[in-house]
């Protein structure tokens, strides 16, 4: 699972994405889900004028042949008992689904090494 940032590396073509992060997502056999919390994050940092992305979030996420993740009521409550190594709510949640449905987050942030989850580095 992509975070935000790696989720909009990759739309950009964007060197911070690494290697090793980007043979994964490429890799056919590799399901790649992005979290409809990205989406919520992508839409929110727009119309608050901290991101220029201009396009439809939903077409990206299916023009890449990604899967969509929904945010489940289990999700959500998990991401709440999580420890509060992160304030970032978006990233919690993040978190809180890949534990739960046994996914590999691809993110470039260290605050989300201290969590038990499976975690792929996205720097180059």
Not at 34 to 42: L, P
Not at 53 to 75: C, K, M, Q, V, Y
Request: hydrophobic share 50%.
């Amino acid at each position: 699972m992509l975070d935000t940032h790696a989720f909009l590396w990759w739309l950009q073509d964007d060197p911070r994405l690494g290697a090793g992060a980007r043979r994964a997502v490429e890799k056919p056999e590799n399901l790649v889900f992005v979290s409809a919390a990205s989406a919520w994050e992508i839409a929110l940092k727009r119309a608050l004028g901290k991101l220029k992305a201009p396009g439809d979030i939903g077409e990206w996420i299916d023009g890449n042949s990604f899967t969509r993740l929904s945010i489940e009521i289990e999700h959500a409550a998990a991401a709440a008992e999580l420890p509060p190594h992160h304030a970032d709510p978006f990233d919690r949640l993040l978190v809180a689904q890949a534990q739960l449905e046994g996914l590999t987050l691809v993110a470039g942030d260290d605050r989300i090494e201290r969590y038990d989850v499976a975690l792929l580095d996205a720097g180059a």
